[in-house]
Structure formats: structure tokens, C-alpha cells
């Protein structure tokens, strides 16, 4: 693996922008220069001494890396800010150095410096940076404090602390990860969302222009922060003054909205740039890669932040902000719904379908190109933006799969999270294997079309979450009530009969409608009132079966006539529900002209139909489900030789990669506590499992049956190698990897077959065993996926492992899986250590039905590895890369 780090732009603790990248022997001058800025003070706290030898010091950051020795510096416009550097000490440690400009402490430097060397020391093996800190060196302390929170730390020579930061981050050091992210978010996109001034750049006098109607927007949506129109050719535009130039605003600018043509763009973002604009909402579209690419350049440059190109704007409802950077005509009220849209016709959608529905909006940004601003960065805003209870997205593309996958988890602990990502294709797609288990492991609630992520947005937003999956229903039409009961079970719901908890017959209610009732039980469930109901019969039952404490969500739906008040009755059923706040509730209303879009104080949202309430109300239940679960975390595993398996890998690589011998494989297996040996027959459970990697989501563990009998074909012995070493044409895991029969022998277990690609695998030309070009696995045939396959992404967690099980094993105690699950967290720290594992095929794998005791059977192990570029670190707080 390379010994180097890639350049990369961060987040500083105040939201700047600066590069963090390796040291070069070019760097001697402005090194020197840092280092002699010292304070007295400062050297001392550093070398502990104040009289140390800087040039040495300077000469030894800029000696070339290599597996000894890394050195990285962080930069802001040219200018070298701070600078940091590890030497290995043993296989397994090595000292780190951090140096901070005076002038710049309290940014967050250091802490940002360390997070990149432990990253990199982790990709050599590395598991422990250590360091001697003088028990003075306050600031010090506390930044190893904030990157190893609960790490004991040692004692050196009096007056010295020896500080250990892990290089892979725990459940702890994770969350202040988190919290720096989510501040440095925040911060970094307050000029954007919320800014104080606003210049449109491109602001054509014309009415139907571009810029022109962003200004008409902003000026009708009440914006009261300072607004300037730029156009050089104009003397005014909309009863402003017109600006020749954005130089000109003559004070600092926080937004600046371009609406120029393609060509014109490379050159305002230089205005722009230059007279100190802290963020640009790009409008204009028709940008190539490279043109987008050297506007992030110059923004990143400069410390500013972008949205788009190809933006349809961006929105922010918060009364002290009201901003309506958008050309979009409908717009909906102010309330609690985020939405990211990478699609502007789609973000046009959901804005129009938010307002006719009445869904408060809070924020809306139009990412269009998202050469910059990403999704991920908005969730890490969102997460404590006051005005947002739940996050709406619709992303094509993830720039960073897993670094989605940990910020949307931490969000939706707290707020719902709904995406729609295109159309599945029925479970054949590798990707959407893999974005769906993306969301599953995030909490993130993914809907099939944007109408069903709307619907249920409007659970979601202004109500309690279920505590439960008991729905109860009340109406007064029986086929209404007969379809909403239907709908449960595929909802995951139950309509459970009541009890006799309410002796209580409610008033009111219609004669002959419920013939018998005697009491509330007596109702049933649903509850049936017919047509001949009352207002205050309906309002009356509402209200007590919500009292009865037997139902977690409600569903009422109401037909009206043209015999009944249908203007009393949506009245009285408003004041039923706001008194039933508790619980969730949906309503559906049918024969009413031009029904409300909500009810209530509380916005209870109205529907048509009862199957689209009642999906939604199943997503609500699944989601606060999952919320009710404990938090996963990684455990300590042990017998972990990280360094062995780093060199065996970087030696295998060298000499070309591709399939591996068998002893390399279970060597490698061995290094990270997985013993391999012949399988045998037992009566226990046989799976399969492995890891492979995909472009775009990085490495999948996975687990299954173990492989499917095949038909007749060639025999593949145990372990072979098929192909040969890094022969792309080579078959994949073709059936009887334990050597006891061949393919299609009855007797033979088969293999885990094809995670092959294209579509799965970093090898263009690697063709999978059983499911041919395109498909990532192939277990059940040809081209597909089998439903009982489950796939996790990284960093896989306790619970992760355990829900794998479950799901494989449903019924199987705790107890029995617990061998398993500790082998699938063991592949997942494979996997995140090893990213040059491509295909690592592990069938079957034999757990006996004595549970954790008798272990697991790994029998036949097949390994493919290649050579990876840099990879997106999902700790890193680093911005999208330049080249998009």
C-alpha cells in the first residue's frame, strides 16, 4: 500500500476551509518559517526545550514517507498553518509530532493533523500513535483528549503525560468525531443557508431571466438581509441599484447567487474569490468536469463553500432568515421538513407536493452537480438545526457511501431521515443490494417513489413516533375500514381485537350501527360506526379508543354523504385528534370537496385512500422500531495481527495480485483470528460468507446458505486456483471449494459463487462463477440475487452481525450464532484493514448446533486481491475531492 496520504481539503473547527497534504522537500523554507514563529513558549511546550535544533527538526519532516515515516502539513491559500509527523516505533506503534502556528491556535489544526496521520498509520497496520506531552502542555492534552476519549494515558519522566491515540477510532472517539464534523458543518454553511447579505450576480433587468427572478424571489419572500443586484451593464434592476461588479459591495458578502452564462462563471467565482464571498449558490448549468472542477479549486482556495452548478436554488423559512434563493413557483410554509434534491425536477416536485399537502418546509437545497456541498455535509448541518424534525432526500449519487452511511445513522437517532433513490429493479441491481443495506444499517427510510416518501413525511414531521405496531381504525364506511385492516399485515402492523379494558359504551353513538355494543370492546377493531354516525359519535370514539391505551397508532377514515355535516364532522374530528396527541394519527377522507390537507393544531395529515396512510404509518412504526434499539458498537477483538496481514498483502500485491494461493489465504484469515481447516459433515448449520468490494460502496460482508447444487460441470478441486494468479478471466467460486465432490454431486456443497463484475468488483474483467458479467452474487442462478443473502457495509457492528444471524438463523438462540457472529466481525475489521481484498469466499462454513463453544468450521477459502487507489476515508472530515 502506498506509504503517502492524498491531498485533501477540511473543515477547520470554525467552519474554514483548509488542505491537508504531505510534506515535499519544496516545503524546507515555509517550515522554517513556521517553526521560527514560535513563541518561547510554544517551542519549549513542543521540544521541551527552547533552544532545540530546527533545522534538524525541518529536515526530518521533509524526508520522503515510507513505511516508517510519514509527515503532513495544512495549508490556507499557499500559506502553511501547522504541520505534523509520525516515526514507527514497533510493529504496532509510532510517536507522533504536532506544530501549530501561534497565531492560529484553537481552529481545531492539531486535532485535524492527528485524525490524518491516524488514518494513515492505520492503512500501514499501525493500531497506537503514542507521544510525550509535558503535564503544561494543556492544549495538547485536550486535543488527545477529544481523538482518544476514555484511553488511559501513561506516565513518562516527572512532569510528562505519554498520550496513546488508537488509529481506529472507538464508539467514543467516534462521537467526538461527530460533534466536530457537525460543528465545522455547521458553521462552514451558515453564509449559505442563513446569511446576513446576498448579492445576485447575472441579475438581468427582464423579466423570465434567470437572475432576474431569483431577485423577484428573494424580494417577494421578504428577505431582510442587505440585497445587491450585480450587473454591469444595467444602471438599476427591481428598484436597486445595479453593481458593476460583486467587487464592488465594498464590505465582506456572505451569499453570492450566480446567474451568468456557462462562459462567464470561471470568472465571477474569481470576483468572487477575490473580494472575500463566503459562499456561492451556482445556478448556471452546461459546466464541463473541468470547469467544475477548477471553481472548486478557486473556492476551496479561498475558504468558500458551493452549491451546484445547475442549482435550482436553495430556501430557508426560519422567519429571521426568509430566504428564497430558488425559481421554483409554488413554495410551501415554514415548518420541519429538510430537503436535499440532487434533481431539480424532483426538488420542484416535492416543493409543489409539500405545499398542495401541507408540509412545512425548514430548508431546501437544490445540491444540482454537487461539485462541493454535499449531502453529507447537510445532514451534519441538520443534525442540530433547531427548526428540522425530519430530513427528506433524493440522492442519484454518493461521493462517500460509508461516510453516509455513519452521519445519517447519528441523524436519525434523533430525526427521521427518508430517501428516494430511483427505482429497484427487482432486487437485481448490486447497487441497490447495496443501498439498501446502506439505509437498513443508517436508519434511513427508504421509499419506493417520491409519493410514499411525501406520505410518509406527513406522519412523521408533526406527530409523536409510535411506540408499537398495534393499529387501531375507526370509521364509518366498512369497505374504508376493510382495506386500511387489509393493508396492516404488509405494512407491519397488526389490528389486534380489543379487550375489555374500556367498559365504557361512548355516547353517541348512531343508532343500529352498533348493534350489541355494550361497551368499547364490544366495537371491535376496526371499529365500524356506519354511515349514519354523527359528528360527535365519530369525535366521541376517536377520543376514547385513544384513551384505551390499546392501540399505538390510530387510522380514522370518514366517508361523507350528502345526509351528514361533512364540515361539522372534519371540525369535530380536528379537536378528537389534537386531543389524542399521544398518537400517531392519519386520516382519510373521502367525499368531500376539496378536503383539508391536515387537521388540527397538530397537522394530522389527511389522505384519500387508506393504503397509502397506512404505509405510512408502517414506515413510522419500522423507523421508531429500529430508534428503540440500542446503539451497535465494534468490539475488542482479539489474537489481531494487523502488521503480519499488512505485509502479506503488500507482498502479494507486488507480485501482482489476482487469486491467491491457499496458504496466503488462510494466512491471511489466521492474521485476524479465523482458522481454516478441512470440513466436515455435521449436523450444524452450513453458510457461506465473504467480503467483496464494490466501486462505489466500498466492502460488503456478506452472508448465506452455503452455495446452491448446480449443475453438472467441471471439477474444481479444493482451494484452487482458477485462472491462474490475477487472470481476470478466471471462473469464480464454482461449487466444491471443500474438495468432497464435484460440482453437481449430490454430495458436494457447492460454492458461494459469482461476485463478479462488471457492477460489483474493482476488476473490469473479472466474470462472476454463476451469474455472469453484471451480477455481484449469484447464489440461486444465473444474473440475481437470492432473497436470503444479507449484505452489510462498513464498519460493521455488533448488532449488524447479530441482525445478519437473525435473519439467516430466525429462531436460533443467542447462544448458538454467537461463534458466527464473532467470524463476521472479524471479516468486517478484514475488510475495513484490508481494501485490496476484492473476493474473499469463505463456503461453507460449518456452525455447530452447540453454540459459540463449538465454534465455526471454515472449510473452503478462496482470496482475490488487487492494487487500490486512495479510498474516502469515512472518519476523515475531508470535503469532496476537486475532480468531479
Known sequence: MSTTAAPADCLTADGSVVRVRPVTAADVPALLALHEGMSVQNRYLRFFS??????????????????????????????????????????????????????????????????????????????????????????????????????????????????????????????????????????????????????????????????????????????????????????????????????????????????????????????????????????????????????????????????????????????????????????????????????????????????????????????????????????????????????????????????????????????????????????????????????????????????????????????????????????????????????????????????????????????????????????????????????????????AVAAAGEADLLLVAYAATRTDDGTATLRALAAAVDDAAHLPVAVVVVGVTDPPATLGRRHVPVYDLPEPAVRALGRAARYAAWRREPLGRRPPLDGLRTTAARTLVDTAVRAGGGWQPPGVARELLAAYGIPTRAALRTAGVELAAGITHDPLFGSLVTLSPAGPRVPAGPRVPADADPGGPGDPGGLGAVGDLDGLGAVGDPGGLGGLGALGDPGGLRDPGALGALGGPGALGALGGPGGWRGDRVVRLLPLTDRDAAGMCRQLLPGAAPAATAALEDLLLRLGRLAEDVPEIAELDLDPIQAGEDGAAAGCTVGGVRLRLCTVGAEPDPYLRNLRPETV
Not at 526530518?60 to 500559506?79: M, Y
Not at 445595479?242 to 447567487?257: I, R
Not at 442549482?311 to 423559512?317: D, F, P, Q, R, Y
Request: contains cysteine; aromatic residues 2%; proline residues 6%.
Open 50 to 543: 527552547a533552544g532545540a535544533a530546527l533545522d534538524a527538526e525541518v529536515l526530518r519532516l521533509t524526508r520522503p514517507a515510507d513505511d516508517q515515516h510519514l509527515a503532513l502539513l495544512v495549508e490556507r491559500a499557499g500559506t502553511v498553518l501547522a504541520a505534523g509527523s509520525y516515526e514507527r516505533l514497533d510493529a504496532d506503534r509510532a510517536d507522533f509530532a504536532v506544530i501549530v502556528h501561534d497565531d492560529h491556535h484553537g481552529e481545531g489544526l492539531g486535532t485535524l493533523l492527528l485524525e490524518h496521520l491516524a488514518a494513515a498509520a492505520r492503512r500501514q497496520g499501525l493500531t497506537e500513535l503514542v507521544g510525550d506531552v509535558l503535564a503544561g502542555n494543556r492544549a495538547m492534552l485536550r486535543v488527545s483528549g477529544d481523538l482518544a476519549p476514555g484511553v488511559p494515558r501513561g506516565a513518562g519522566d516527572p512532569g510528562v503525560v505519554r498520550v496513546r491515540i488508537p488509529t481506529l477510532p472507538d464508539e467514543a472517539a467516534l462521537a467526538a468525531v461527530g460533534e466536530r464534523d457537525r460543528t465545522a458543518a455547521h458553521r462552514s454553511l451558515r453564509p449559505l443557508l442563513a446569511p446576513a447579505s446576498v448579492a445576485v450576480i447575472g441579475a438581468g433587468r427582464r423579466p423570465g431571466g434567470l437572475g432576474h427572478e431569483i431577485l423577484a424571489a428573494l424580494q417577494a419572500g421578504g428577505y431582510d438581509g442587505e440585497l445587491f443586484a450585480v450587473n454591469p451593464r444595467a444602471r438599476d434592476v427591481r428598484g436597486l441599484p445595479a453593481l458593476p461588479s460583486v467587487a464592488l459591495v465594498g464590505e465582506p458578502l456572505d451569499l453570492a447567487v450566480v446567474a451568468v452564462p456557462p462562459a462567464a462563471a470561471r470568472q465571477v467565482l474569481r470576483d468572487c474569490c477575490a473580494a472575500g464571498v463566503r459562499a456561492a449558490l451556482i445556478l448556471t448549468a452546461g459546466l464541463d468536469g473541468t470547469a467544475q472542477a477548477d471553481l472548486v479549486r478557486q473556492a476551496r482556495r479561498h475558504g468558500m463553500r458551493l452549491v451546484g452548478p445547475d442549482s435550482l436554488g436553495v430556501l430557508n423559512t426560519d422567519p429571521a432568515v426568509r430566504l428564497t434563493a430558488t425559481t421554483a413557483r409554488t413554495l410551501p410554509p415554514p415548518g420541519g421538513l429538510a430537503v436535499a434534491s440532487q434533481s431539480g425536477a424532483i426538488g420542484v416536485a416535492i416543493l409543489e407536493a409539500a405545499a398542495r399537502h401541507g408540509i412545512g418546509v425548514s430548508t431546501f437545497v437544490s445540491l444540482g452537480d454537487k461539485a462541493d456541498v454535499s449531502g453529507n455535509d447537510l445532514l451534519a448541518y441538520w443534525h442540530d438545526d433547531p427548526a428540522t424534525r425530519a430530513v427528506a432526500l433524493y440522492l442519484e449519487s454518493f461521493g462517500n457511501p460509508r461516510r453516509f452511511a455513519w452521519t445519517a445513522r447519528a441523524l436519525a437517532r434523533r430525526k427521521p431521515v427518508l430517501a428516494v433513490r430511483g427505482a429497484r429493479r427487482a432486487g437485481t441491481s448490486a447497487a441497490d443490494v447495496a443501498v439498501e443495506a446502506l439505509f437498513e444499517q443508517a436508519g434511513v427510510i427508504r421509499t419506493d417513489t417520491l409519493g410514499d416518501l411525501l406520505d410518509t413525511a406527513r406522519v412523521l414531521v408533526d406527530q409523536p413516533l409510535p411506540a408499537g405496531d398495534r393499529l387501531a381504525v375507526v370509521g364509518n364506511a366498512r369497505g374504508l375500514n376493510a382495506l386500511a385492516a387489509g393493508a396492516a399485515d404488509a405494512a407491519g402492523l397488526t389490528v389486534p381485537p380489543r379487550t375489555a379494558a374500556t367498559t365504557d359504551r361512548p355516547p353517541h353513538l348512531a343508532p343500529g350501527a352498533t348493534a350489541g355494543a355494550t361497551t368499547l370492546a364490544d366495537l371491535g377493531n376496526p371499529v365500524d360506526l356506519g354511515t349514519g354516525a354523527t359528528a360527535g359519535a365519530i369525535a366521541a370514539t376517536v377520543r
